[in-house]
């Protein structure tokens, strides 16, 4: 192991199965029951929650690829039941690990934000909203956004979606403010809630200091990712949060807790990138030819794909999420999962859900222009697409005429 001040060579495909080890896509399944998905949980330390749902949500999506079917209902259980796992702000909308609590605190403290002054100002002049909102959810019960009237002396200025959602905006600045929690979901809406019914008995709600905060994220980044640069760092968990994330790089690779590294194939000679030491085991074992990947199909909001520059700086794969583009100007399809298969990220997959007829139709298929569609790829593929169908409860798979055709004929045949 090379020494605090040393830099270590490793090559793009050694950092490529680094990350997939760490983000538990690489070699077998873990065992999808609750222990297994809280390992996995505390490796990716958030999973995205987004409105769309065309073959299901992305948090399980997320799940499913890395610990299989069986895994969701225990999901279920470490968010409602045992409280384990929270909603806050991450890089977005998030579910988060309650053992991290302190963390958020610090960003939950000082919202808003001096850029945001005028949201500071309208909440001091809506303090009749703000105080019945409290009120209510002091008497105990769950309430969604519509059980509070709108007491607002001062409408939101907005003149996009926002406008006029008085009492939607407050709630959301109360949450980003820790001051009120997401106790339930019914029927997707949020049900709101005070911190003492949220939070399980005993949870460390003491924010820690700005410089601990950097630095436990950026420790927990780096276990996450595998390998990284400031940059990648900067972007995932608490994008934007990373303030002194230099002099704490500094002082954790003197203190020997990450390690610079250099990515041949990836980076300039004088790009830096770092790797944990808590990873460093399953780094000598990835160099000494102790590997074993596998394929599988990723949400769209992925960890591993979550951030676009380093997924097209190490892995070589431009992806993009089409659901925003106008119709007209999408090159592959308004949902795309990408394709994972052994150490690369081979093409992307376009399905969708018909719930009406109990099938998970598939529009288009996608392989990378220099990806040959072998028998043991396209008996993977089949594989997760036959596990996606069971997942959402679909009885068939169907095949769109956008699929190539070699494509679609054999995955009938399948």
Request: glycine share 8%; charged share 25%.
């Amino acid at each position: 192991m090379p020494t605090s001040q040393q830099k270590l060579t490793i090559s793009q495909v050694e950092a490529r199965r680094l990350a997939l080890s760490r983000q538990w896509l690489g070699g077998v399944r873990p065992s999808g029951d609750g222990e297994g998905l809280r390992a996995v949980l505390r490796s990716l330390r958030y999973l995205q929650l987004d409105p769309i749902s065309v073959v299901a949500p992305s948090h399980e999506l997320v799940v499913w690829s890395r610990l299989g079917a069986g895994a969701g209902s225990h999901l279920g259980a470490l968010w409602w039941e045992e409280r384990w796992l929270f909603e806050y702000w991450a890089h977005a909308a998030a579910l988060v690990l309650t053992e991290d609590y302190p963390i958020h605190r610090v960003s939950m403290d000082g919202y808003p934000p001096k850029n945001l002054s005028l949201t500071k100002v309208w909440m001091e002049a809506n303090e009749g909203l703000l105080a019945h909102i409290l009120t209510r959810l002091a008497e105990g019960t769950p309430l969604p956004t519509d059980a509070f009237e709108d007491r607002s002396v001062m409408e939101w200025p907005s003149s996009g979606w926002t406008a006029g959602r008085n009492v939607e905006r407050m709630l959301t600045f109360l949450w980003l403010q820790g001051r009120i929690m997401v106790a339930g979901r019914e029927a997707g809406r949020r049900l709101w809630g005070l911190p003492d019914a949220c939070l399980p008995p005993g949870a460390d709600r003491v924010a820690v200091s700005a410089r601990e905060m950097v630095t436990t994220a950026a420790e927990h980044t780096l276990r996450a990712l595998g390998v990284a640069r400031p940059l990648d760092i900067k972007q995932y968990f608490l994008r934007g949060k990373y303030d002194g994330l230099a002099e704490v790089l500094r002082t954790l690779t003197r203190e020997g807790r990450v390690l610079p590294v250099r990515v041949e194939g990836a980076t300039s000679a004088t790009e830096t990138w770092y790797v944990h030491v808590d990873a460093m085991s399953e780094l000598e074992a990835i160099r000494a030819g102790d590997w074993h990947g596998r394929t599988a199909l990723l949400s769209p909001f992925d960890n591993l794909v979550g951030d676009r520059r380093l997924t097209e700086r190490l892995w070589g794969f431009a992806f993009r999420n089409e659901m925003y583009v106008p119709k007209a100007k999408r090159e592959y399809g308004y949902y795309l999962l990408p394709i994972l298969h052994e150490d690369r990220l081979v093409g992307r997959i376009s399905p969708r859900r018909d719930r009406n007829r109990g099938t998970l139709l598939v529009e288009g298929l996608y392989l990378e222009p220099d990806v040959r569609p072998t028998v043991a790829l396209r008996k993977a593929v089949t594989g997760q697409l036959a596990d996606l169908a069971a997942l959402v409860g679909a009885t068939d798979v169907e095949y769109g005429e956008t699929v190539p055709e070699p494509w679609r004929a054999a995955l009938r045949r399948s």
